[in-house]
């Protein structure tokens, strides 16, 4: 049972015990409510969800959600998480039961955010990030079923768009940035080794290793709040050590030499990532390339790698994947325009069982 009271200031307060989450009773108190009515609303609402009643609100599961992944996810990662669902799903969801949304009332908020005219990558971003607070109330709070997987998918993953160069593209395009060392280099090494943006920035020099020919991919710089942060990589997988061709360590070397007064703390490069996508702009423009993101080097780096039949397990490795699984949803249109040479190969390869 609940107690009210209206404390000196006019504002009104609750106290009332509960159980935890390990059975134990526990008293709650809690000041600056407008009216009696304002603190009973929230007292009940509190209960429900730490007993875990699918009758609580779904911003109190959101914010159970929150609570829970924010010590798992990077910075930049949770505050883009939580700027897509405050913009286009709290608006929609805030005050509505749990129990109350069904399939039916997820397509019409999905008919809603269609009319916004986003890309079909970014639909199904939103519809993504929805899908997994109904996960995470399945997993934690027994609800029966994800009403998202009931209602279907929204847009589409981008897929077959990923934008590519070839080797001799970039030959082209590092020769139109050659007048710019430091943008050279840190392309050139993205090309050859797939790394992310924010591991490229990260890099210090001792992550070189000329002896045993290796890059170390330890953390990634993201910049958040306009601060520049270095963490771990997302996953365990994205510590890796990279093995660096002949010619891409002689590139580094020359690189390096280069780099008059840096310790083997001090960052490989210091440009920023807005910058690297100003300068892929210019570059290909000046080389009459079609023109990618920064990040599609990485996807350039899987397509010689795939085109050279390196085996899918060592590209799922150097690219940090977790599982091969994520390299093959990711790239799956290269693998099957590469599939379409088998029966070449095969033709090329028959006897006829004969000797």
């Not at 609402?45 to 007993?51: C, N």
Request: hydrophobic share 35%; charged share 30%.
């Amino acid at each position: 049972m609940a107690s009210f009271k209206q404390e000196t200031n006019k504002k009104w307060s609750v106290q009332f015990y509960y159980k935890d989450f390990t059975g134990k009773t526990q008293r709650k108190h809690k000041y600056g409510f407008n009216t009696k009515k304002d603190a009973k609303l929230w007292a009940e609402e509190f209960i429900r969800r730490e007993e875990g009643n699918i009758n609580m609100n779904f911003e109190s599961l959101y914010e159970e959600y929150i609570s829970d992944i924010s010590q798992d996810l990077r910075e930049s990662s949770l505050k883009v998480k939580k700027n897509i669902v405050e913009m286009y799903i709290l608006r929609y969801f805030r005050g509505i039961k749990l129990s109350k949304i069904d399939s039916r009332f997820i397509m019409k908020w999905q008919v809603e955010i269609k009319k916004r005219r986003l890309s079909d990558s970014y639909l199904s971003t939103i519809n993504s990030q929805l899908s997994a607070i109904f996960n995470y109330a399945c997993r934690v709070y027994n609800l029966p079923n994800n009403p998202c997987k009931m209602a279907g998918t929204m847009g589409r993953k981008r897929k077959g768009n990923i934008g590519i160069w070839s080797q001799e593209d970039m030959d082209a395009f590092l020769e139109a940035v050659s007048d710019k060392t430091e943008i050279r280099y840190a392309f050139f090494l993205m090309y050859w080794t797939g790394i992310r943006v924010g591991e490229l920035l990260a890099l210090t020099v001792s992550d070189l290793d000329f002896d045993k020919g290796t890059l170390s991919i330890t953390k990634s710089l993201n910049r958040t709040g306009g601060r520049d942060i270095i963490t771990p990589p997302k996953t365990e997988a994205g510590i890796r050590t990279i093995h660096l061709p002949e010619f891409v360590l002689a590139e580094m070397k020359e690189y390096c030499d280069k780099l008059y007064g840096r310790t083997e703390s001090n960052r490989l490069f210091t440009v920023t990532k807005s910058h690297l996508e100003k300068e892929i702009k210019r570059g290909a423009g000046i080389a009459g390339l079609k023109r990618i993101r920064v990040h599609d080097l990485r996807h350039s780096h899987v397509s010689i790698l795939i085109s050279r039949g390196v085996n899918i397990g060592v590209i799922a490795k150097r690219l940090g994947h977790e599982s091969i699984r994520t390299t093959l949803n990711t790239y799956a249109h290269i693998f099957d325009e590469d599939a379409k040479k088998v029966a070449e190969i095969l033709d090329n390869g028959y006897t006829g069982g004969n000797e």
